[in-house]
């Protein structure tokens, strides 16, 4: 499937813009999947700036550009929340307990002194990411 062309989503105040890629990646075998080892098509990025979150956008997945002095390389100040996804057997996606995700990333940001991302954000990003990523959520049953 090809796809070539950026959109800009606007769900109250937040303005999420989406930038596609020509290619996407070719899918693998739900029977042998691995933890760690496949990776969707896109990522889903924002900016802290001026006490908010900013700059939403979900762009094509692809090594990050760190500054030499980020704290994530120099005291490993980061926060990793996974996050499922599954097909229901009406073939609906659902996300399983977003909110209960968020309140982990936000008791860590916490503790880490990292700003916090509202819940109204955290919904309309996770929804829009997981619209524009539906053929990786897997059809087989357990994966």
Not at 24 to 36: C, D, I, Q
Not at 57 to 78: C, D, G, K, N
Not at 119 to 138: C, I, R
Request: charged fraction near 25%; charge should be neutral.
């Amino acid at each position: 499937m090809t796809r070539d062309y950026a959109l800009c989503y606007s769900l109250d105040v937040l303005t999420i813009t989406i930038q596609t890629k020509k290619v996407l990646v070719a899918k693998p075998n739900p029977e042998t999947l691995e933890f760690g080892k496949f990776f969707t098509d896109y990522m889903l990025l924002a900016n802290f700036k001026d006490g908010t979150w900013q700059e939403h956008r979900i762009v094509p997945f692809a090594p990050l550009a760190l500054h030499p002095a980020s704290t994530a390389l120099h005291y490993s100040v980061q926060i990793f929340e996974g996050l499922k996804a599954y097909r229901t057997p009406k073939d609906e996606i659902r996300l399983f307990r977003p909110l209960e995700n968020l309140k982990r990333f936000n008791t860590s940001a916490e503790r880490l002194c990292l700003p916090k991302i509202k819940a109204d954000d955290w919904l309309d990003m996770l929804s829009q990411f997981v619209k524009l990523e539906t053929d990786w959520v897997p059809y087989v049953q357990g994966t």
